[in-house]
């Protein structure tokens, strides 16, 4: 489950926007987006990001991601600065998620505003869009972002091989995910993997009974591998060990 803010982004970042980019914001865009290329090619399109562009062509590229509408496009932003964005996506195997992407400007790095923005999407993702899990894919070799995932509340589920791109792509995505509180709260109270119940019905009150019933559960249990825990060490009694992983690779790039 996603952690809340702390103390210090309530009391520092309380001036902070959220909201949906529109035509007006294609100026701020286009400075943010020149100022961050080299940022952007380490782990975005490489080649797209090897200069900076016209603002004719920034805004010709807002302008065709707003028209879509495949792709909900959100900047943070102090008064009129924008100092991140960040974009909702369907996940690709399930109704009940989205993915995010997201970067901030360079000039706002090594501010604690990033794990603030990534909170602040992963909250609406779930509260105001109602969405059972948000899902993160970070290149394996990208630390600092999967580091900021961990700090808001995504859990490892698997580090798969896909074509990453940018320049310092692995040729490995890490895949995160951030469950509600109801998955948190059905997966503690019944002694399941939160995995299987993404899609599970008992997720809804009138359905709740079929999490007892094991065809059901196997039926709806998460497909691909979900990395295991690190052994802990336990006394020579305590041989076991929790069940093993689902089945089934994760779906090709």
Sequence with gaps: ?????????????????????????????????????EQLSNYFDAEYFSKPHSFIESYQSLMAIIRSRKIDLLGLFQNDRLLGI??????????????????MRTSEA?????????????????YERKFRFVELLIDQSNIASRKIGSKVGYEHICTFECDTPGRLGSGKYCLYLCFDGQIDALAKVYNKR????????????????????????EAFKWPYPVREKPKRRRPATKRYRNASLSRGPMPSC
């Design 1 to 37: 489950m996603v952690e809340f803010a702390t103390q210090h982004e309530v009391d520092n970042f309380k001036e902070f926007e959220l909201r949906l980019l529109t035509p007006l914001d294609a100026l701020e865009f286009s400075r943010a987006q020149n100022e961050s290329f």
């Design 86 to 103: 960040g974009c909702y996506e369907l996940a690709i195997y399930s109704d009940y998620g989205c993915q995010i992407s997201f970067w």
């Design 110 to 126: 090594n501010k604690k505003i990033g794990t603030y923005f990534l909170k602040k999407l992963t909250l609406s993702a779930i």
């Design 194 to 217: 939160k995995v299987d119940l993404v899609d599970h019905p008992a997720y809804e009150m009138h359905l709740r009974h079929l999490i007892l019933d094991e065809e059901v559960n």
